[in-house]
């Protein structure tokens, strides 16, 4: 592709503005219009944009053969329906996480994908966090030794949503980091949760994983919560290591802590409280890094980092989960509690 990669944005509701800022301020692509149905919405996001052309109805943007590209805000319902159409148009997509609500239809956008030979990816925006490619580091190169086991904190006080619960709001971050951080699926899933403001829409998730390498994984995810939490935490046989995404500085920070074996007595282990650092971390914005990374995977014709399959995996652990919440609450509701 000789010229810019020209890009749409569906969607301009809570997070679609933030496409739009980005779109507008990358290299290598031009944002040629923006889609919305609410008028409102739409008029907002005519206000950050100079040249995009405003469009009420999405059926344009598929039928315009100048466009390459649409990303996809639109609500988490309409996900897997809207990236198929786009697709079948020949165009690429990059589509909010999740994917979809369900293994078969987050599918359908894979083999949708494979069809068109076009790029589908997927906007699981902690995996770009430079924070988060420093732990992968970490990882990798073994600093931390073999990792034992990993737990996340994602809670706030609102906003409330009546289209998904809290583990698809909030879940599917946590678990897309997890499945990258690791390199592996779980084969054990188990998740029990409490609706306490809409009936049938969990509040709060409490999710336990099981890798099939031995590592444990924990989930606490709540919109009804005191405090507002983005920590993700990594426990290694040599280092432990804190992603703090609330601190304004020191997002990632190492703690040489552990057990060592005793050298004087056979099987005894002693503590170890060593000292704490955080590594230097590139002050980039991760939405800036994600985006720039879908339009060189256009130009390159490679897969993106959480292509389709990923968006694949994540939205397998979600429906796992989903099903492991549904029937403890069926089996609370046969003993009538």
């Keep these: 592709m000789s010229g810019p990669v020209r890009v749409a944005v569906s969607g301009l509701g809570y997070w679609g503005p933030n496409l739009v800022r980005n779109f507008e301020a990358i290299s290598g692509c031009k944002l040629v ?9 739409l008029a907002r996001g005519i206000a950050l944009t100079a040249e995009a052309e405003p469009v009420s109805d999405f059926g344009e943007l598929l039928a315009d053969d100048q466009i390459d590209a649409i990303a ?16 079948e148009s020949g165009k690429h997509c990059f589509v909010e996480k999740p994917l979809a609500q369900s293994v078969a239809d987050a599918q359908r956008a894979v083999d949708a994908a494979d069809k068109a030979d076009r790029q589908l990816m997927v ?13 992968s580091g970490l990882i990798a190169d073994g600093e931390l030794g073999d990792v034992l086991y990993v737990y996340g904190n994602r809670q706030n006080l609102g906003r409330i949503r009546s289209d998904e619960n809290a ?6 971050h946590d678990v897309a980091v997890m499945l990258a951080l690791l390199g592996e699926v779980p084969n054990e899933v ?14 709060v ?33 040599k280092r432990m290591a804190v992603f703090d995404d ?22 005894e282990y002693i503590a170890r409280a060593g000292g704490s650092w955080s590594p230097r971390i590139a002050n980039s914005e991760p939405l800036r890094t994600e985006l720039e990374h879908f339009i060189n995977s256009i130009r390159s014709g490679t897969p993106a980092r959480s292509d389709g399959r990923s968006g694949l995996r994540v939205v397998s652990v979600l429906e796992q989960l989903q099903q492991s919440l549904d029937q403890h609450a069926a089996e609370r509701k046969q003993k009538g509690g």
Excluded: N, Q
Aim: with cysteine; charged share 25%.
């Design 123 to 135: 906007g699981h925006l902690l995996e770009y966090h430079p924070a988060v490619e420093a732990l």
């Design 246 to 267: 609330m601190r304004i500085e020191g997002k990632l920070t190492v703690y040489d802590k552990g057990f060592d074996e005793d050298a004087r007595s056979w099987g």
């Design 33 to 41: 219009a923006i889609c919305d149905s609410d008028p409102d919405a």
């Design 205 to 237: 998730v409490f999710g336990y994983l099981r890798f099939p390498s031995g590592v444990a994984a924990h989930l606490h995810l709540s919109w009804l919560d005191p405090h507002k939490e983005r920590r993700l935490t990594v426990v290694g046989s």
């Design 167 to 172: 583990l698809w709001s909030l879940g599917a």
């Design 72 to 87: 996809l805000a639109t609500p988490v319902p309409t996900h897997a329906d809207l990236a198929v159409r786009v697709l």
């Design 190 to 203: 188990e998740a029990r949760g409490e609706a306490y403001l809409r009936p049938g829409v969990e509040d």
